[in-house]
Nanobody, 124 residues
Framework: QVQLVEPGGGLVQAGGSLRLSCAAS????????ISWFRQAPGKEREFVAG????????IYADFVKGRFTISRDNAKNTVYLQMNSLKPEDTAVYYC?????????????????WGQGTQVTVSL
């Protein structure tokens, strides 16, 4: 199972920061890559950031590079998404997902578990 845990999403002013947390259980946590996706109203779900099972490799969508950081603490079975310099266009429901592979990936076909999603709203 994959779950979002607090502190999570919410309402923040443009330029502010939020941190999302995702916990997973089941098979050895360090063997699974974890990625974040988001979906805004009327738009397709899109990849945000991903991290390998070991934490040694990270990948990012161009629109968040330099603003967001994905990290993991395997001792706590938790992956984090630190979001800084938030923009109104970051407003979306954010989902974490666990992959069947250890390599960081944005290929949705490789994910076998999804969190419940959390709303992030960025205001002016």
């Amino acid at each position: 199972q994959v779950q979002l845990v607090e502190p999570g999403g919410g309402l923040v002013q443009a330029g502010g920061s939020l941190r999302l947390s995702c916990a997973a259980s089941g098979r050895t946590f360090s063997s699974s890559a974890i990625s974040w996706f988001r979906q805004a109203p009327g738009k397709e779900r899109e990849f945000v950031a991903g991290i390998s099972g070991s934490g040694g490799t990270t990948i990012y969508a161009d629109f968040v590079k330099g603003r967001f950081t994905i990290s993991r603490d395997n001792a706590k079975n938790t992956v984090y998404l630190q979001m800084n310099s938030l923009k109104p266009e970051d407003t979306a429901v954010y989902y974490c997902a666990r992959a069947r592979v250890s390599v960081a990936t944005k290929n949705e076909a490789l994910f076998d578990g999804w969190g419940q999603g959390t709303q992030v709203t960025v205001s002016l």
